[in-house]
């Protein structure tokens, strides 16, 4: 599902993007996840992060999803998928 989350600026998945640090799932269902964004200031960090949390409680099984925003460790290209870079020119 995380999959289908992009940042409006880049047309690739936040998950490919090495943006998503850990997801935790409790036995109850609730989620938690801890994500960063390429940049600190990003316009978009609500609506991404929004997006993340409806795209993973919509899952069957789900509760609530908490998404923590994150700045350690700093995000660096090095984090995307070989898809990734591929997409956007890196390799």
Known sequence: MLKTVYDPE???????????????????????????????????????????????????GVGNATVNLVFEPEWDKDMMTEEAKLELGFL
């Open 10 to 60: 880049i047309p690739v998945n936040v998950y490919d993007l090495g943006l998503i640090y850990k997801i935790d799932v409790a036995d109850s269902g609730d989620v938690t996840i801890d994500m960063t964004l390429t940049a600190p200031n990003c316009p978009a960090a609500d609506f991404i992060m929004e997006d993340v949390r409806q795209k993973i409680e919509s899952i069957e």
